[in-house]
């Protein structure tokens, strides 16, 4: 079993690596392999709705010069993805966007019933309405969203502070015990036992 965690900063080793690697090492306790893979920072094209990809692609956006098609070949392999971003007004980053749209209308097949979450980060705000933007893709694709204690939300400005964020962290783990539980459940094995909870670690940001 393998997660694909997708990391749609432009900092490799920023916050939204951060919080995925809590997932991944709280993955790798449930058994199952993951794989970060970065978008990089390199332009990205957007979709230009041309439909050759459904008549001549074979699963791939007819355009190859960035980073789609090899993100979007890992599909196959994978039983389950998380798609993480930083927040910029309010919204994903746009690169993460356009490679997410190409290659799930590209190669759509490769994602039909297979549990998806997102994840945000953010210093302050507008992380809930990032979060519902990277769902709605996995909505139309028919795969089981896997869920949290919270919404998979995670707070830091400079590099690595997500990690002080200790209920972000939590929710990253939560988000990984019942994505495991999922998987379990989705590939036929017989009532997977219930993901155990951690007692809750409430945060807010305020510093005397």
């Known amino acids: 079993m393998k997660v694909l965690l997708i990391n749609g900063s432009p900092r490799k080793n920023g916050n939204t690596f951060t919080a995925l690697s809590e997932i991944a090492k709280t993955l790798q ?10 978008i990089g920072n390199k332009p990205v094209r957007g979709c230009i709705a ?3 990809c459904k008549t001549k692609g074979n699963g791939r956006c007819i355009f190859n010069d960035d980073v789609c098609n090899a993100i979007s070949a890992k599909f196959a392999e994978a039983d389950g993805f998380v798609f ?7 919204q994903p980053n746009g690169a993460l ?8 209308f590209s190669n759509g097949a490769n994602l039909q019933n297979k549990p998806g979450a997102a994840v945000t980060i953010c210093r302050r705000g507008g992380a809930t309405a990032a979060f519902e933007a990277l769902q709605m893709p996995m909505q139309m694709m028919n795969m089981p969203l896997a869920t949290s204690q919270y919404w998979n939300i995670a707070y830091g400005r400079e590099e690595g ?7 972000g962290m939590q929710t990253m783990r ?10 379990r459940g989705l590939r036929g094995e017989n009532a997977p036992e219930l993901p155990e909870r951690e007692a809750w670690q409430p945060m807010h940001f305020i510093r005397n």
């Open 29 to 38: 306790t449930e058994g199952i392999d993951s794989e970060i893979v970065w």
């Open 50 to 52: 041309c439909g050759t």
């Open 84 to 90: 993480g971003s930083p927040v910029y007004y309010g």
């Open 97 to 104: 966007l356009a490679i997410m749209q190409r290659a799930f």
């Open 161 to 167: 502070q997500a990690a002080q964020d200790t209920e």
């Open 174 to 183: 939560t988000l990984a015990h019942n994505l495991a539980w999922m998987i």
